[in-house]
């Protein structure tokens, strides 16, 4: 086995189980918002590992479990192991000396990045020849093979493109139908073409969607939500604030800045640094006045126009003529470069929108979600989708005709200007990227990419392994919560009462209670993840009759009154339930998945402190928060205390089907509805949100779009009829664990240091 120490790689080398460096075998995917859903083709077997970005939200979750951000322990000497591929084309290689691992990685990412710059050519101008190889790559048969494929699929129209990726993949399922033992050297090497050709392909149709006008309107919005969010949640150091809301969002929008390079020209050498609006446009004007014609006139480049016409498409839809209270004369300019008071009016109108709706984090859904996607159930787009919408179908207004051309025009511009800016690093490729660190700075999703291509787990592991010797995995690793190693304490291979705790607590909402688990490597390998929840009992006084009668709140029906006795029974009860069912489906979950190897034991904490962490409070009501808005109108002269039940007698529209009531009789009712977090829950939960709450205990995030997770990003392979996990919607239907949440919770013993080992909490 090569090791790595503080000199570099030995050549101390041990051949591990096989596995290749060049084989490609990649899984299904659907995808769901932040931008306009990518329709997935029929079996499409990559798109997980196409798109040199974030282009399709569950293709970037997958991505995710396969390229992994955690750099491993290095052992007592400080050393990184890694395992050398037995029976690859490049054994020799390997075996004639350690250092020639990082040449073949530096082969394949230059590769990969060569087919990076061809891929945004093809995208942007079919027509246009693609560029030679550079002579770094010029002996590379992957890189000529990467060159024929793109070539071939690069004049098909989009139906065509998906019809030859549906081709494709018939011509796979005929020989994969046949066991492997049995097929023939020419079926296997046929099989092997056949899932290149359709790699190439699909990676092709994932880079025009980052082209596509529509969703480069969208990436832009979603940026700016996730600037402002960011800059509410992510503080000074003094204050730190909510730091896995930080983290995601962080992480989000440095995805989408990499995944629009048109846009945002993310990964690309000239602009790898800018991040404002302001810097971008400098660079434009300095870089490309004398390289493209007229990119830069009136003072403005592709990039404003940009952003101006989308704010003026959506500032002209649903507007009078002329748009009230706006002036109607010539504006400033002149001549081509005249922006009349109306148009001045609009822009401003649409900008607002957008400033009003971000400056609440669940403003996104607003501007953009496209409602619409199932149009029977009566929601209007967002303001953007629905002005996109409006000016692309022959629009009466003629105004929103003008401002669609206008938008067409621009995102047209940005697409030359991205065609340019790889044409340039076209001239210095070999220059610029003479090793694995200049690739990983100048086109980190090519790096990226070079992993994922892989088939299997061990090679990309290796490949990791090197990119966290070379500390090179920082520029993957702004998510800092990867490395998050707070509040952890012992090892997971400690013995007798030793292992490793996972204790962070007190993030404050919505992560109250959260991430408190043990890791307990057992002797067959499998990492055994516990919690003992402490669940402690709240008494509501409000629903108890007392023993001389009922003394609480006289609207709640006889039905619904218990005594502490029975209140306590049911905690008990259900307590106990609980628990018995997290285990079950979190284990039921583990099985399907074969790394990370897990068993859950999910327990009681009977007869804790009231201290002890994870602590959940429990009872009949549980309404976390402030006082509601109508409290003090609903309650006149009482206490707002969130853990009664406060009930009202109310008018009921419609007839008691079991009481025959008439039309609007007061009948009892509850006020508030329940609310559970990690924290607190209530006797009345269902199965569902508890399989939810218990995710938090064991250090899982929410999954779903809320106030304080803006446009939440996460997808899940064929996801139908809920949003993924169950971690993203409290359904039946979502009840699922993925590789992604196995791997998280164990990350804390793969990545950090050794502690003292503590004892099992009681």
């Excluded at 009345?684 to 508890?690: E, Y």
């Amino acid at each position: 086995m090569p090791t790595f120490n503080k000199k570099g790689l030995t050549s101390n080398l041990l051949l591990c189980s096989v596995f290749t460096l060049i084989s490609l075998v990649s899984h299904a995917h659907t995808s769901r918002p932040p931008t306009t859903v990518v329709a997935p083709v029929v079996g499409s077997e990559e798109e997980n590992r196409a798109g040199y970005g974030w282009l399709n939200t569950s293709s970037e979750v997958e991505a995710d479990s396969l390229f992994r951000q955690e750099c491993p322990r290095p052992n007592a000497a400080g050393e990184i192991s890694i395992c050398i591929p037995r029976n690859s084309s490049l054994e020799a290689a390997y075996t004639l000396a350690g250092q020639n691992f990082e040449a073949a990685f530096t082969n394949l990412a230059l590769d990969n990045a060569y087919e990076q710059l061809i891929l945004q050519r093809a995208a942007i101008s079919p027509a246009s020849h693609t560029w030679a190889l550079p002579s770094c790559v010029a002996n590379s048969p992957r890189a000529r093979q990467m060159k024929a494929d793109i070539d071939s699929f690069k004049g098909f129209n989009d139906v065509d493109l998906e019809t030859q990726i549906e081709n494709l993949q018939n011509q796979m399922d005929l020989i994969t139908a046949v066991a492997p033992a049995s097929r023939t050297t020419a079926q296997r090497r046929l099989l092997e073409s056949l899932q290149r050709r359709r790699l190439s392909a699909v990676k092709l149709r994932a880079t025009r969607q980052s082209f596509d006008t529509k969703r480069m309107g969208e990436a832009f919005l979603l940026d700016k939500q996730l600037a402002a969010a960011q800059s509410r949640t992510c503080p000074p150091d003094t204050n730190p604030g909510i730091p896995r809301k930080c983290m995601s969002i962080r992480r989000n929008r440095d995805r989408m800045r990499l995944a629009f390079p048109s846009v945002f020209a993310g990964g690309l050498a000239e602009q790898e640094n800018i991040t404002s609006a302001d810097d971008r446009r400098r660079w434009e004007e300095k870089t490309f006045a004398s390289h493209m014609e007229n990119a830069v006139r009136c003072g403005t480049t592709p990039y404003n126009r940009f952003e101006t016409s989308l704010y003026r498409l959506m500032g002209y839809n649903g507007t009078a003529t002329p748009i009230p209270g706006a002036g109607t004369g010539p504006g400033t300019g002149s001549g081509a470069c005249a922006v009349s008071d109306q148009d001045a009016a609009a822009i401003q109108r649409g900008q607002n929108s957008v400033t009003s709706a971000f400056a609440d984090d669940s403003g996104y859904p607003v501007i953009v979600t496209d409602e619409d996607a199932n149009p029977s159930d009566g929601n209007p787009d967002g303001v953007y989708n629905a002005a996109y919408l409006n000016g692309l179908l022959a629009p009466a207004d003629p105004r929103m005709g003008t401002a669609f051309a206008a938008l067409t025009t621009a995102t047209n511009e940005m697409k030359s200007v991205q065609e340019m800016n790889a044409a340039l690093s076209m001239t210095t490729f070999c220059q610029d990227r003479r090793s694995l660190a200049d690739i990983n700075r100048l086109q980190p999703q090519a790096m990226r990419q070079a992993v994922l291509d892989q088939n299997n787990d061990r090679s990309r592991e290796a490949m990791t392994r090197l990119l966290c010797q070379k500390k090179l995995m920082a520029q993957f690793q702004s998510d800092d919560q990867t490395l998050d190693c707070s509040g952890v304490t012992g090892d997971p291979n400690g013995s007798g009462t030793g292992a490793m705790r996972v204790q962070r607590v007190n993030y404050g909402f919505p992560f109250v209670s959260d991430s408190n688990y043990t890791l307990k490597t057992l002797p067959d390998g499998t990492t055994e993840i516990s919690t003992k929840i402490n669940y402690r009992f709240i008494f509501d006084p409000s629903i108890s009759p007392g023993s001389a009668g009922y003394l609480g709140n006289a609207n709640v029906p006889a039905a619904n009154r218990k005594t502490r006795a029975q209140q306590l029974a049911e905690f008990n009860t259900n307590t106990a339930s609980w628990v018995q069912k997290s285990t079950d489906f979190l284990n039921a979950s583990a099985t399907t998945i074969a790394d990370p190897k897990v068993k859950f034991k999910i327990e009681r904490c009977t007869g804790c402190p009231a201290a002890t962490e994870p602590k959940v409070e429990v009872s009949e009501c549980y309404n976390r928060g402030g006082e509601p808005e109508h409290f003090a109108t609903d309650f006149p002269g009482k206490t707002w205390d969130a853990h009664k039940c406060w009930w009202k007698k109310v008018m009921t529209p419609v007839p008691n089907p079991a009481g025959g009531l008439p039309i609007n009789t007061l009948v009892p009712r509850k006020m508030y509805g329940n609310w559970q977090d990690a924290g607190g829950f209530t006797t009345t939960m269902d199965d569902a949100t508890i399989m939810h709450e218990t995710g938090h205990n064991l250090g899982l995030a929410d999954e779903y779009v809320a106030d304080y997770y803006p446009a939440h990003p996460v997808g899940e392979n064929g996801a139908t009829g809920c949003n993924n996990s169950t971690m993203a919607a409290n359904s039946a239907a979502c009840n699922v664990l993925y590789r992604r949440h196995l791997l998280e919770m164990v990350r804390p013993s793969r990545v950090c240091p050794k502690a003292a080992a503590v004892p099992k909490t009681p």
